[in-house]
């Protein structure tokens, strides 16, 4: 079954300081993957996506994330962080015969301190 | 342009009744999928719509049902309700499924007392 595990459960940062939040998933074929993030009281937002090619994605607010097929890991960066990156940030898989359906990691909630 | 519209935001229901939770997509965008929210299980799949047809379901019980209308619009009712369904009920659109990434909308917030 498909599974996404997302390491961290909370990480408390301080600004400027730089961020990995690490993701893993297990599927066995093509996959589609997603970081999506929740700001505190809004709804989630689409942060980045990765289809093919090239498997470090750029996204907003100044996010990465690097695609490696041989760890099946899709883990987000930011060289520095802001104290309005505070959010929770979840990372999501679509198997590519999945139609719309994507699996959730738990999340990670972030706490960047001023 | 408008978001993801989730009607009504907050909702409160008592044990085995049922309730319908309506979404408006974003102009344009036909694929619309059902998530629920919880802080014990995180956000899991209910079902996704795509031209009013239901392509996919989660492992959620019979009690929970939806419709997607030809202008996209979807609804979601859960029947028999049980303490265990208050959550956070999200909705989200695509224009083309999976390929543009989903928008999804603030959620409606359901309290089963």
């Known amino acids: 079954a498909q599974s996404v595990s997302q390491h961290n459960h909370h990480v408390i940062l301080s600004e400027a300081a730089s961020l990995e939040l690490g993701c893993n998933y297990s599927y066995g074929g093509t996959v589609n993957l997603f970081w999506y993030v929740q700001y505190p009281g809004q709804h989630l937002q689409l942060l980045l996506k990765?289809?093919?090619?090239?498997?470090l994605v750029k996204g907003i607010k100044g996010f990465e994330a690097e695609f490696i097929k041989s760890k099946f890991s899709f883990n987000l960066r930011k060289p520095s962080v802001q104290w309005s990156d505070t959010a929770e940030y979840f990372c999501?898989?679509?198997?590519?015969?999945?139609?719309?359906?994507?699996?959730f990691g738990q999340g990670t909630e972030l706490s960047v301190k001023p | 342009k408008a978001g993801v519209t989730q009607t009504p935001r907050y909702l409160i229901k008592t044990r085995g009744q049922q309730v319908t939770l309506s979404c408006s997509p974003i102009s344009g965008h036909r694929s619309v999928s059902w998530y629920q929210q919880t802080p014990g299980q995180g956000l899991q799949f209910l079902f996704e719509y795509f031209s009013e047809t239901q392509r996919n379901k989660g492992n959620f019980p019979g009690r929970f049902s939806g419709r997607q209308f030809s202008n996209s619009r979807s609804e979601m009712n859960v029947s028999t309700l049980e303490l265990g369904d208050s959550a956070l009920y999200l909705c989200?659109?695509?224009?083309?499924?999976?390929?543009?990434?989903?928008?999804f909308g603030s959620g409606t917030r359901l309290t089963v007392v």
């Open positions: 989200a659109s695509s224009r083309d499924r999976v390929a543009y990434g989903y928008t």
């Open positions: 999501a898989v679509n198997g590519g015969n999945q139609g719309g359906k994507l699996i």
């Open positions: 990765y289809f093919s090619g090239d498997p």
